[in-house]
T-cell receptor, first 116, second 116 residues
Framework: AQTVTQSQPEMSVQEAETVTLSCTYDTSESDYYLFWYKQPPSRQMILVIRQEAYKQQNATENRFSVNFQKAAKSFSLKISDSQLGDAAMYFCAYSLPRGGSEKLVFGKGTKLTVNP | GAVVSQHPSWVICKSGTSVKIECRSL??????MFWYRQFPKQSLMLMAT?????????EQGVEKDKFLINHASLTLSTLTVTSAHPEDSSFYICSPGGGRFTDTQYFGPGTRLTVL
């Protein structure tokens, strides 16, 4: 069975600085999707970034980028120029291909605090 | 991303009553519907997956007779918590999938259920 592990229950960062959230996963599949979702206090799940395993290039979305290491089964999220609005729970998730129609397996989450 | 609504956003009920939660995908036809449950300070746990017009598939440990899922149309799915008890108090989140969003799941805003 696929598993996702987030080893950092909590992280903090100073406003305008950079922080990296860690995620590792276990799967025997060669093709899959990886996601980072953000859950602010409103509890609305918001997609931050998506990575297809067959793509070697790391995904980026503005201030958010990932370091995808397929062999190591590692998928970390880097947030640059941190803003107060980035404070939230961040969940790493895995799915088989066709991630819109396949169930997501979530990590336990990392609570990010942004200090002014 | 997809526009998803849930109703109600918050419900309080007495033990033994049934509660229905509606999930609507407002801008696309969802061939698949995922229902998740999230306890305080925990991650999302998949409860069941349904495909339009067919019976839902429940995850291990989830009582299908207690959590009734109906996915009668491509834009509406309902979750009914029957004979609710205090231990059913949780945050319930739907996630329509498929359709034109084949690669990514988007989430409803969630429903907070409190059973007294």
């Amino acid at each position: 069975a696929q598993t996702v592990t987030q080893s950092q229950p909590e992280m903090s960062v100073q406003e305008a600085e950079t922080v990296t959230l860690s995620c590792t996963y276990d799967t025997s599949e060669s093709d899959y999707y990886l996601f980072w979702y953000k859950q602010p206090p409103s509890r609305q799940m918001i997609l931050v970034i998506r990575q297809e395993a067959y793509k070697q290039q790391n995904a980026t979305e503005n201030r958010f980028s990932v370091n995808f290491q397929k062999a190591a089964k590692s998928f970390s999220l880097k947030i640059s120029d941190s803003q107060l609005g980035d404070a939230a729970m961040y969940f790493c998730a895995y799915s088989l291909p066709r991630g819109g129609s396949e169930k997501l397996v979530f990590g336990k989450g990392t609570k990010l605090t942004v200090n002014p | 991303g997809a526009v998803v609504s849930q109703h109600p956003s918050w419900v309080i009920c007495k033990s033994g009553t049934s509660v229905k939660i509606e999930c609507r995908s407002l801008d696309f036809q969802a061939t698949t519907m995922f229902w998740y449950r999230q306890f305080p300070k925990q991650s999302l746990m998949l409860m069941a997956t349904s495909n339009e017009g067919s019976k839902a598939t429940y995850e291990q440990g989830v009582e299908k007779d207690k959590f009734l899922i109906n996915h009668a149309s491509l834009t509406l799915s309902t979750l009914t918590v029957t004979s609710a008890h205090p231990e059913d108090s949780s945050f319930y989140i739907c996630s329509p999938g498929g359709g034109r969003f084949t690669d990514t799941q988007y989430f409803g805003p969630g429903t907070r259920l409190t059973v007294l």
